[in-house]
């Protein structure tokens, strides 16, 4: 009997802002409601305490600020052919700066790529990263790394990284690794929701699960993977669910509220270093531009779903709370903005000052303690090939290439 080709089940149908749930057989709402703090216009929840003091409200709000600021002009600068490639944090700065801030400054940070603002709270000089989107001179990084994907050692910020989710299983060894040696020691690692769909998502979970490792798992639910809305992307009623099928904890937090993202992120790590295990996070956030400089939404996203985003800014919120609580007027608001954006102006102007590249020799180096036989003799050859004909060291203008 010739045999039919059964017809192919379409899709769900998905909803155009990447929110709705239309089709959820796990539901299981109940058990994960959204952890928040402080509403839209500002206003401490009933009985809620300020987890932290006024002064460093205020910091932190700078650095949102001048997160945005520095994203909205990284994005000019490549558009104007200034930098290759940029990927900011446009509408989810509470969820990195609030689960940043929440960490002990020994704890290991695993990045996705939209958590610049983690490492310059780590101590990354804004010029350092700009000399890393420019791949100059003053690149810690050397150029050896996609432009944005920043590292940043002495604040154990780990190199960003581009495959998705490829962090979660490292950040379990460093886990793993703090148990061993005894050390108070609990890696934060942040992630998309889209790679929630990866292989190591899973690795990685069930693996600490199993082991009770302390872990941080921070996801930054933004509603899209690229062009992909976030219910194409897991038939989960939430993210935060996942965790029960891990066997650990999980909690789904209001990603535009920094308060609430700081103080879930807080408990996540006083259980992990009290060896209660890891936890899952869920930000609920929204991406409010692009994927990245390489992308645009237009294609698949009409603008008006992004409207109602826009009203939930974290940066507003967190603005109406300092003004109900008297730590910023409005006059103090517009300074503070005319300040960072000088800063960033002024670390701009240092980084594109540097020269082009870094020196040729620096390709020898970093790769072991101790250069090998063969690396000697190569740096050796190098040289004399460079003081033979100055062009071997800048190739772009050797003739005919
Ligand atoms: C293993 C792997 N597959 C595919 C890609 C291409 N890719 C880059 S970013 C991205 C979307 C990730 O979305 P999400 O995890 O939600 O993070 P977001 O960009 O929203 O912060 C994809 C598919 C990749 N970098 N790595
Ligand atoms: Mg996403």
Same mark, same amino acid.
């Given at each position: 009997m010739?045999?039919?080709? *059964?017809?192919? /089940?379409?899709?769900? *149908?998905?909803?155009?802002?990447?929110?709705?749930?239309?089709w959820?057989?796990? /539901?299981?709402?109940?058990?994960?409601?959204?952890h928040?703090?402080?509403?839209?216009?500002?206003?401490?929840?009933?009985?809620a305490?300020?987890?932290? !003091?006024?002064?460093?409200?205020?910091a932190?709000?700078?650095?949102?600020?001048?997160?945005?600021?520095?994203?909205?002009?990284m994005?000019?600068?490549?558009?104007?052919?200034?930098?290759g490639?940029?990927?900011?944090?446009?509408?989810?700065?509470?969820?990195?700066?609030? #689960?940043?801030?929440?960490?002990?400054?020994?704890?290991?940070?695993?990045?996705?790529?939209?958590?610049?603002?983690?490492?310059?709270l780590?101590?990354?000089?804004?010029e350092?990263f700009?000399?890393?989107?420019?791949?100059n001179?003053?690149?810690?990084?050397?150029?050896?790394?996609?432009?944005?994907?920043?590292?940043?050692?002495?604040?154990?910020?780990?190199?960003?990284?581009? *495959?998705?989710?490829?962090?979660?299983p490292?950040?379990?060894?460093v886990?793993?690794?703090a148990?061993?040696?005894?050390?108070?020691?609990?890696?934060?690692?942040?992630?998309?929701?889209?790679?929630?769909?990866?292989?190591?998502?899973?690795?990685?979970?069930?693996?600490?699960?199993?082991?009770?490792?302390?872990?941080?798992?921070?996801?930054?639910?933004?509603?899209?993977?690229?062009?992909?809305?976030?219910?194409?992307?897991?038939?989960?009623?939430?993210?935060?669910?996942k965790?029960i099928?891990?066997?650990?904890?999980?909690?789904?937090?209001?990603?535009?509220?920094?308060?609430a993202?700081?103080?879930?992120t807080?408990?996540? /790590?006083?259980?992990?270093a009290?060896?209660?295990?890891?936890?899952?996070?869920?930000?609920?956030?929204?991406?409010?531009?692009?994927? #990245?400089?390489?992308?645009?939404?237009?294609?698949? /996203?009409?603008?008006?779903?992004?409207?109602?985003?826009?009203?939930?800014?974290?940066?507003?919120?967190?603005?109406?709370?300092?003004?109900?609580?008297?730590?910023?007027?409005?006059a103090?608001?517009?300074?503070?903005?005319e300040?960072?954006?000088?800063?960033?102006?002024?670390?701009?102007?240092?980084?594109?000052?540097?020269?082009?590249?870094? !020196?040729?020799?620096?390709?020898?180096?970093?790769?072991?303690?101790?250069?090998?036989?063969?690396?000697?003799?190569?740096?050796?050859?190098?040289?004399?090939?460079?003081?033979?004909?100055?062009r071997v060291?800048?190739?772009?203008?050797?003739?005919?290439?």
């Amino acid at each position: 009997m010739p045999r039919t080709k *059964p017809k192919p /089940r379409p899709p769900p *149908p998905a909803s155009r802002d990447g929110t709705a749930r239309q089709w959820a057989p796990g /539901r299981l709402p109940e058990e994960f409601p959204l952890h928040a703090l402080v509403d839209e216009e500002g206003r401490l929840a009933q009985g809620a305490a300020v987890p932290v !003091p006024d002064a460093e409200l205020v910091a932190l709000y700078r650095w949102m600020v001048l997160e945005r600021q520095l994203d909205e002009r990284m994005i000019t600068l490549q558009r104007q052919g200034r930098i290759g490639f940029y990927v900011g944090s446009i509408g989810e700065e509470a969820t990195v700066f609030g #689960s940043a801030a929440a960490m002990a400054p020994q704890d290991w940070i695993f990045p996705s790529y939209r958590e610049h603002g983690a490492a310059f709270l780590r101590g990354l000089p804004l010029e350092a990263f700009m000399c890393g989107l420019l791949g100059n001179a003053g690149d810690p990084g050397r150029g050896r790394q996609m432009p944005c994907h920043e590292s940043w050692a002495p604040g154990r910020f780990v190199s960003i990284s581009s *495959p998705v989710a490829t962090q979660l299983p490292q950040a379990v060894g460093v886990a793993w690794a703090a148990r061993i040696r005894g050390d108070d020691v609990v890696p934060l690692v942040y992630f998309g929701d889209g790679s929630t769909s990866a292989h190591d998502f899973h690795t990685g979970l069930n693996f600490a699960a199993v082991q009770r490792l302390g872990v941080v798992f921070a996801c930054r639910n933004n509603g899209w993977a690229i062009s992909v809305p976030r219910e194409r992307q897991t038939a989960s009623e939430t993210i935060a669910q996942k965790a029960i099928a891990y066997g650990m904890r999980g909690e789904r937090v209001d990603g535009n509220d920094l308060l609430a993202v700081l103080d879930a992120t807080r408990r996540a /790590r006083a259980r992990a270093a009290a060896g209660e295990g890891p936890t899952l996070l869920e930000f609920v956030t929204y991406r409010l531009e692009g994927h #990245s400089t390489s992308d645009d939404p237009r294609a698949y /996203r009409p603008a008006e779903v992004v409207e109602p985003w826009k009203k939930k800014d974290p940066i507003l919120r967190l603005r109406r709370l300092l003004q109900r609580r008297g730590l910023l007027d409005e006059a103090a608001a517009a300074a503070l903005l005319e300040e960072v954006r000088v800063e960033i102006q002024a670390a701009l102007r240092q980084a594109e000052a540097k020269p082009a590249k870094p !020196p040729v020799e620096s390709l020898f180096e970093d790769v072991y303690a101790v250069p090998m036989r063969q690396q000697v003799e190569q740096l050796a050859e190098l040289r004399e090939a460079m003081a033979a004909d100055p062009r071997v060291a800048n190739p772009r203008h050797v003739d005919g290439a």
